[in-house]
Nanobody, 115 residues
Framework: QVQLVESGGGLVQPGGSLRLSCAASGIIFGIYDVGWYRQGPGKQRELVARIRSGGTNYADSVKGRFSISRDNAKNTLYLQMNSLKPEDTAVYYC??????????WGQGTQVTVSS
């Protein structure tokens, strides 16, 4: 069964850190371009960070605070989030895109940054 399952979300105070994980199953994870997106309250889904064959890129709003990485041996994608701000509050989604264009999404994990 093809699946992307996120974990690691939760409630954190401003300035805190969280590490999100996305476990992939049913796919050859290493051939996929992967990324993290988020959707805040009343907002459209937006790119946070992604890893493609050409490299890694981040949204300007998270540069220097977030770090994306992948472990193909574990079929897992990570997002290390530091110096979190209230505006980072959102549902975070894992995304994987096959070279032929098949687009996979996880169910999302809630991140809430609040004191």
């Amino acid at each position: 069964q093809v699946q992307l399952v996120e974990s690691g979300g939760g409630l954190v105070q401003p300035g805190g850190s969280l590490r999100l994980s996305c476990a992939a199953s049913g796919i050859i994870f290493g051939i996929y371009d992967v990324g993290w997106y988020r959707q805040g309250p009343g907002k459209q889904r937006e790119l946070v960070a992604r890893i493609r064959s050409g490299g890694t890129n981040y949204a300007d709003s998270v540069k220097g605070r977030f770090s994306i990485s992948r472990d193909n041996a574990k079929n897992t994608l990570y997002l290390q989030m530091n110096s979190l701000k209230p505006e980072d509050t959102a549902v975070y989604y894992c995304n994987a895109v096959h070279p032929l264009g098949v687009n996979l999404w996880g169910q999302g994990t809630q991140v809430t940054v609040s004191s």
